[in-house]
């Protein structure tokens, strides 16, 4: 069965991957008739390849099988081609009706949140679904949260228990995302199946090893399916929890029905059907983790296991030591399930933790009495506050052991490995997209940089986004904030700032040549005309940063194109990213 579904998702992924690059990257709108015209195409390759099955014994030119797996395949990308479309019409409509669409800032490094929000359709739900059934699992989520903050829990547990049972990671510090990052756990934050698994384990244990011929199993079957689609809705449904509800549905289903079943086909059709009710699964990130880990403990945690009784079992059952089975198991799990990961983690998140799969042994179970102890809590504090205040301190424990390993973990020597397909900076000089806090970035080496503001005590809080965006993948040393500075040349290139505080003549004083290469005006500037700044410099490029107002930026265009001055409008164009040789 394997190789027929692989060529189904290989025909999806095609179509999805045309569709994204048509009304994504190239912004095509999605013509109102195109849906009619791709699912009227799809019927009638659909009949084509009904007739290429159906008259393969020489009876008619269809006659040759990779005819109709060739139909088949054109088929299917048709279908995710139409699915894609659909979406993306949808969402197109929904931000057009928005006074501000997302939008990118444009620079460098920087998150896409114009991708994560087309991807995730955020910030397209209206309030009119919190009247249905989403709306409903909100309210179930936000009363389950205020149950978890009456028990008492201090800001930082009750952030990580929140993430680790409802899915809300959005009181999260940065330095505790960094912390389970460095750490190899960030798993553990992203509900997924090990989640789902913790919470619905034993019921899935007893049905297929005890009720799977017993009467009993069909209202078990309901009432674990209803619980798990739940959970998955008041959670948000999160792609790593929809794959794992899915794949639960699938396995259930296959053992009341008293059929083999591989899992490597479960996981499979679940990816099928994840394309077909969402293609936008794709792209998403939690959904490549979480597909590839359970490929990987899939396809190699058997073979390892029966490598470790061969080689390692006189280590693992001499002198009873039993006790080592359960540990190796779960070491095995974790490392099967990043052999297929690390370099999607590497390259997303340009690190790679080494002891992540080692410290999971201890990780793993902690956050699984984690799971167990806030359940307990939000279900008592809903009828008893205190007792759910007294359990909440246990919770509270665990949330702080798990942060001590974590912190003993990430203490030892080597535990990541930085800069994973993250180029160092290169020499150039960058305007930052940044109206708050104006900023140009000369670099001249990853070691050696400066930042010219009209603003310099402002450095630390207004950049802090682009900090962590860009100067800690792409340089090894912090930016040198120029404080009383108004121009600066490194290795040839002559930079001059010109903002509110009378810095024209200032500037014109300290640079030996009136010609320039970058003339950066920000904020405050008050000069009159153009011809004014002419007298004192001759730049080769005019920037107009972003904090300028429209009108401002708009009248010194007009004026520097008079002048025959090339012109870079931050605003309109994004961050300017100029190189310059050594």
Same mark, same amino acid.
């Given at each position: 069965m394997s190789r027929p579904v692989i060529l189904?998702?290989?025909?999806?992924?095609?179509?999805?991957?045309?569709?994204?690059?048509?009304?994504?990257?190239?912004?095509?709108?999605?013509?109102?008739?195109?849906g009619a015209c791709l699912?009227?195409?799809?019927?009638?390759?659909?009949?084509?390849?009904?007739?290429?099955?159906?008259?393969?014994?020489?009876? %008619?030119?269809?006659?040759?099988?990779?005819?109709?797996?060739?139909?088949?395949?054109?088929?299917?990308?048709l279908v995710g081609f139409a699915r894609y479309a659909a979406y993306a019409e949808e969402l197109q409509l929904s931000w057009s009706r928005m006074e501000r669409p997302p939008v990118n800032r444009g620079n460098p490094d920087e998150f896409d949140y114009r991708r994560w929000c087309w991807v995730s359709a955020s910030s397209a739900r209206s309030t009119d679904e919190e009247s249905g059934l989403r709306g409903t699992a909100q309210k179930v989520r936000?009363?389950?949260?205020?149950?978890?903050?009456?028990?008492?829990?201090? +800001? +930082?547990?009750?952030?990580?228990? =929140?993430?680790?049972?409802?899915?809300?990671?959005?009181?999260?510090?940065?330095?505790?995302?960094?912390?389970?990052?460095?750490?190899?756990?960030?798993?553990?934050?992203?509900?997924?199946?090990?989640?789902?698994?913790?919470?619905?384990?034993?019921?899935?244990?007893?049905?297929?090893?005890?009720?799977?011929?017993?009467?009993?199993?069909?209202?078990?079957?309901?009432?674990?399916?209803?619980?798990?689609?739940?959970? =998955?809705?008041?959670?948000?449904?999160?792609?790593?929890?929809?794959?794992?509800?899915? !794949?639960?549905?699938? &396995? !259930?289903l296959t053992s009341c029905l008293q059929r083999r079943h591989q899992g490597l086909n479960i996981l499979l059709v679940t990816v099928l059907?994840? &394309?077909?009710?969402?293609?936008?699964?794709?792209?998403?990130?939690?959904?490549?983790?979480?597909?590839?880990?359970? =490929?990987?403990?899939?396809?190699?945690?058997?073979?390892?296991?029966?490598?470790c009784y061969k080689d390692w079992r006189f280590v693992l059952f001499r002198l009873d030591r039993y006790y080592l089975l359960g540990p190796m198991k779960l070491l095995a799990v974790s490392v099967c399930a990043q052999l297929l990961t690390w370099p999607l983690v590497c390259y997303y998140f340009h690190q790679y933790p080494l002891y992540g799969a080692l410290f999971s042994i201890v990780l793993v179970p902690l956050t699984t009495l984690l799971v167990y102890g806030a359940l307990a809590v939000m279900l008592i504090g809903l009828v008893w506050t205190a007792g759910a205040a007294w359990l909440a301190k246990g919770v509270g424990w665990l949330v702080a052991a798990q942060l001590w390993v974590m912190r003993a973990e990430t203490s030892l020597p080597g535990a990541v490995i930085p800069d994973f397909w993250s180029r160092?900076?290169?020499?150039?000089?960058?305007?930052?997209?940044?109206?708050?806090?104006?900023?140009?970035?000369?670099?001249? %080496?990853?070691?050696?940089?400066?930042?010219? !503001?009209?603003?310099?005590?402002?450095?630390?809080?207004? !950049?802090?986004?682009?900090?962590? %965006?860009?100067?800690?993948?792409? &340089?090894? +040393?912090?930016?040198?904030?120029?404080?009383g500075r108004r121009s600066l040349a490194v290795k040839g290139m002559k930079v001059v700032m010109v903002?509110?505080?009378?810095?024209?003549?200032?500037?014109?004083?300290?640079?030996s040549k009136k010609e320039v290469d970058v003339l950066w005006i920000t904020r405050g500037f008050r000069g009159g005309r153009l &011809?004014?700044?002419?007298?004192?410099?001759?730049?080769?490029?005019?920037?107009?940063?972003?904090?300028?107002a429209r009108w401002q930026r708009e009248r010194l265009k007009a004026e520097a194109l008079k002048l025959g001055w090339r012109v870079y409008d931050v605003a309109e164009e994004g961050a300017l990213r100029l190189m310059y040789n050594e």
């Open positions: 189904l998702i290989a025909s999806l992924v095609a179509g999805i991957v045309a569709a994204d690059v048509v009304f994504y990257r190239a912004s095509v709108a999605v013509p109102p008739w195109l699912w009227g195409s799809a019927v009638v390759v659909a009949l084509l390849a009904w007739a290429a099955h159906r008259w393969q014994d020489g009876r %008619s030119i269809f006659t040759s099988r990779p005819l109709f797996i060739g139909l088949v395949f054109v088929f299917f990308a936000n009363r389950l949260l205020r149950s978890l903050r009456d028990a008492g829990l201090t +800001e +930082e547990r009750m952030a990580i228990v =929140a993430a680790v049972t409802l899915g809300d990671r959005s009181a999260l510090s940065s330095d505790t995302r960094d912390l389970y990052a460095a750490a190899g756990a960030s798993h553990l934050l992203a509900l997924s199946g090990l989640h789902l698994g913790i919470i619905v384990g034993v019921f899935i244990t007893l049905l297929t090893t005890r009720l799977v011929y017993s009467r009993w199993r069909w209202p078990l079957v309901a009432f674990v399916t209803l619980f798990v689609w739940g959970y =998955a809705f008041v959670v948000g449904l999160p792609p790593s929890l929809v794959r794992a509800s899915l !794949m639960t549905t699938l &396995l !259930m059907a994840m &394309l077909l009710l969402r293609p936008v699964y794709l792209f998403d990130v939690g959904a490549q983790l979480s597909c590839l880990a359970v =490929a990987g403990i899939l396809l190699f945690y058997q073979p390892f296991v029966k490598w160092k900076a290169e020499p150039q000089l960058v305007v930052y997209h940044n109206r708050a806090c104006p900023a140009l970035h000369l670099i001249a %080496s990853p070691e050696q940089s400066w930042l010219l !503001m009209p603003e310099p005590e402002r450095a630390d809080s207004g !950049m802090v986004h682009i900090a962590k %965006s860009f100067w800690k993948r792409r &340089l090894t +040393e912090e930016p040198v904030v120029l404080k903002d509110g505080n009378g810095s024209g003549k200032t500037a014109a004083h300290t640079t &011809l004014e700044v002419e007298q004192l410099f001759r730049p080769r490029l005019l920037v107009l940063d972003a904090s300028l």
